[in-house]
């Protein structure tokens, strides 16, 4: 079982904000690494070293941290941000990585 | 540019092994480790291990330690991922990524390998 609690889903309607968050001890410690999922294909890291977006995300996937939290905000999503996004860190041992549930966001 | 080219889709039988490989280009294979993750249907993402393969050191998630082997060759700018004893449990698509530099984020990832345990 995962270490990381996400919830299952959320909604936003197009163009709204939606943040998504993702609980664990080990958060307390380590960042959040948060990667977006689209049907039949492989994740794609959106946000790494806390808040970092790799070339080619759009600005409005941004991050955040508090105590046993992690969270990533969409501001104005678009119909194309429908997915599942996954945070991902390390385990309460420090020694070993583990993913959230996930979360999946429906753009209405 | 970097791509991880991943074996095909394989059926096992409950009880045998798997091989899959990932073969890396684009970037200099011994600078960066190498993730596996797995993913069964309708499931989320579940983290196996990672490899350096600058050196072959390993660490594995304890659901699968003693049943997975990572390993790599530079020769090749391969990597694989052995899994055995398998049951139907193991169904699922296993991916490779490589890991960003100064950060664990899995910056490229390979295109999964479909795995079938079935009698």
């Known amino acids: 079982s995962s270490e990381l609690t996400q919830d299952p889903a959320v909604s936003v309607a197009l163009g709204q904000t939606v943040s998504i968050t993702c609980q664990g001890d080990?958060?307390?410690?380590?960042?959040a690494t948060w990667y977006q999922q689209k049907a039949g294909h492989a994740p794609v890291v959106v946000i790494y070293?806390?808040?970092f977006r790799p070339s080619g995300i759009p600005d409005r996937f941004s991050a955040s941290s508090s105590g046993n939290t992690a969270s990533l905000t969409i501001t104005g999503a678009q119909a194309e941000d429908e997915a599942d996004y996954y945070c991902?860190?390390?385990?309460?041992?420090?020694?070993?990585?583990?993913f959230g549930t996930g979360t999946k966001v429906t753009v209405l | 540019q970097v791509h991880l080219v991943q074996s095909g889709p394989e059926v096992k039988k409950p009880g045998a092994s798997v091989r899959v490989s990932c073969k890396a280009s684009?970037?200099?294979?011994?600078?960066?480790?190498i993730n596996w993750v797995r993913q069964a249907p309708g499931q989320g993402l579940e983290w196996m291990g990672w490899?350096?393969?600058?050196?072959?050191?390993?660490g594995y998630a304890q659901n699968f330690q003693g049943r997975v082997t990572l390993t790599s060759d530079t020769s090749t700018s391969t990597a694989y991922m052995e899994l055995r004893g398998l049951s139907s449990d193991d169904t699922a698509v296993y991916y490779c990524?490589?890991?960003?530099?100064?950060?664990?984020?899995?910056?490229?990832w390979g295109q999964g390998t479909l795995l079938i345990v079935s009698s």
């Open positions: 990524a490589r890991v960003l530099r100064g950060d664990f984020a899995l910056d490229f």
């Open positions: 684009g970037y200099t294979f011994a600078d960066y480790l």
């Open positions: 490899i350096s393969t600058y050196n072959g050191d390993t």
């Open positions: 080990s958060l307390r410690s380590n960042y």
């Open positions: 070293g806390v808040r």
């Open positions: 991902h860190s390390r385990d309460s041992s420090g020694l070993r990585y583990v």
